[in-house]
């Protein structure tokens, strides 16, 4: 769900290791693999497809959907807007069911004899691929603020997998290409100054403390 849906929860992610200045074309060069540009209604197998698309703004309403676009279109003040698109295909168990049944029985008497097991399989994973290819995706959007002048990454989503799916395709597109670390924004960490988050030395000792203390619910009390 986009931030321009009306309800959301937001995701906060601290940027560890990050470089003092960012290289446009750099970042063009590292998103452009991961766009997604056509919309395929048929002969698309796969169950899932998640990329990259030009964010919404004023000055791009009039382009058409697949026009070119790279990451200074995603400029604004203080960083980029981000925008992932997530296409999800399925097709009805129960219809699949009944194919495969039809096959089966229609194999069974060409054959004299029941498919074996692999056979089956195989059987099935070719009729589910061949109606994934018929089947309508459903669309959703998930957007982000990379905030480069505070090292620190929003995303605007009530969905928790959507919050993770944007993640991981965040790291994948960026933080690998740039060797940067993500670290989500949760308490404690919320009480971390941010002097302390832009040292980075300071920042993963931080972290490492954090990880080794005992949470206060499951601490021996020291007092009767």
């Known amino acids: 769900m986009g931030m321009t849906s009306g309800a959301m929860s937001v995701s906060r992610f601290r940027i560890i290791g990050a470089p003092k200045k960012y290289n446009l074309n750099k970042l063009s060069e590292l998103i452009s693999p991961h766009q997604v540009w056509d919309l395929n209604l048929e002969g698309n197998a796969k169950e899932e497809r998640i990329g990259w698309v030009r964010p919404p703004s004023l000055d791009q309403v009039d382009l058409p959907p697949h026009a070119f676009w790279d990451m200074s279109q995603c400029e604004v003040d203080g960083g980029f ?3 992932l698109r997530l296409e999800r295909r399925s097709v009805p168990a129960q219809l699949l069911q009944l194919l495969y049944k039809e ?4 194999i069974s008497e060409e ?6 097991p692999k056979e089956r399989s195989a059987l099935k994973e070719e009729l589910k691929a061949k109606l994934m290819a018929r089947a309508l995706p459903t669309l959703s959007y998930i957007d982000g603020f990379w905030r480069t002048d505070a090292n620190e990454l929003v995303i605007f989503t009530s969905s928790k997998k959507g919050a ?3 993640e991981k395709l965040f790291i994948t597109t960026f933080a690998s290409g740039l060797g940067f670390t ?3 924004l949760d308490p ?14 300071v ?3 931080a972290l490492g ?4 203390a005992t949470p206060v619910a499951f601490a021996q009390q020291a007092y009767p």
Do not use: C, Q, Y
């Open 111 to 116: 054959k004299g004899k029941v498919p074996p």
């Open 164 to 166: 993770s799916i944007f």
């Open 103 to 106: 096959r089966f029985f229609a």
């Open 203 to 205: 920042a993963t000792d």
């Open 188 to 201: 404690p960490l919320l009480a971390i100054t941010s002097s302390e988050w832009n040292d980075s030395k």
């Open 182 to 184: 993500l670290v989500k």
């Open 81 to 83: 807007l981000l925008r």
């Open 209 to 212: 403390r954090l990880s080794l």
